[in-house]
């Protein structure tokens, strides 16, 4: 898959909202008064405590592990070498990533 077609199915995705809220709007229907609702709101209240004790209680610890320990420390020595390279006046990509010949 492309990145037109990555952006045509973003642009498509708006348009069928667009869409969808013309068509709700000239059925009278009240977005703003349904979302505000009180047993909308205390819904939405409740899957967001939800998901804040779920993060603090079970994710955040190993994801923030991995992303500290893994990710961050592969990221910067990526970074820091290629601005190495690149103040060197060499390619930014590494010799490993050579062209491939067809």
Same mark, same amino acid.
């Given at each position: 898959m492309n990145?037109? $077609?990555k952006?045509?199915?973003f642009v498509r995705l708006i348009i069928i909202l667009v869409i #969808?809220?013309?068509i709700l709007s000239y059925l009278g229907f009240d977005l703003k008064g349904f979302i505000e609702?009180?047993?909308v709101a205390h819904n939405f209240t409740y899957v967001q405590e939800t998901a804040v004790? #779920?993060?603090?209680?079970y994710l955040s610890k190993p994801v923030l592990l991995v992303w500290n320990s893994v990710l961050v420390?592969?990221?910067y020595k990526a970074f820091m070498d290629g601005? $190495?390279?690149l103040r060197e006046g060499k390619s930014v990509l590494p010799d490993s990533f050579a062209s491939p010949t067809f």
């Open positions: 990145i037109q $077609e952006q045509g199915g #969808v809220l013309l609702s009180p047993p004790y #779920v993060w603090n209680a420390s592969l990221l601005l $190495e390279r």
